[in-house]
């Protein structure tokens, strides 16, 4: 069993840069795959970054590409969102999400939420114009 929680969210003008972390707690974090998904009210879950439990590999969505950088330390037990540049468009709830990591391509497997076992509860960004 792993948990997982978010935080780092908040309210943040356009143009500004918030960073969110995961703390992962139960399991030994190195082995899992963790993404960030985000979901906007009335639209369907997003994926926005993926990174493999190494840390070597990353993937991005191309919505967030060259503004937002996935990290991790495993020493820590967490994985990072730094998102720079934001938009109005950014608003939405970010949850992070854990899985064992398989050597699948990261950029199909770890992009879709039923890959992954372990969410957090989500926390809120909410990008002002």
Known sequence: QVQLVESGGGLVQAGGSLRLSCAASGRTFSNYAVGWFRQAPG???????AIRGSGVSTYYADSVKGRFTISRDNAKNTVYLQMNSLKP?????????AVLGVTSPISTYYIRPRTYDYWGQGTQVTVSS
Request: proline share 0%; aromatic share 12%.
């Open 43 to 49: 639209k369907e879950r997003e994926f926005v970054a």
């Open 89 to 97: 468009e950014d608003t939405a709830d970010y949850s992070c999400a």
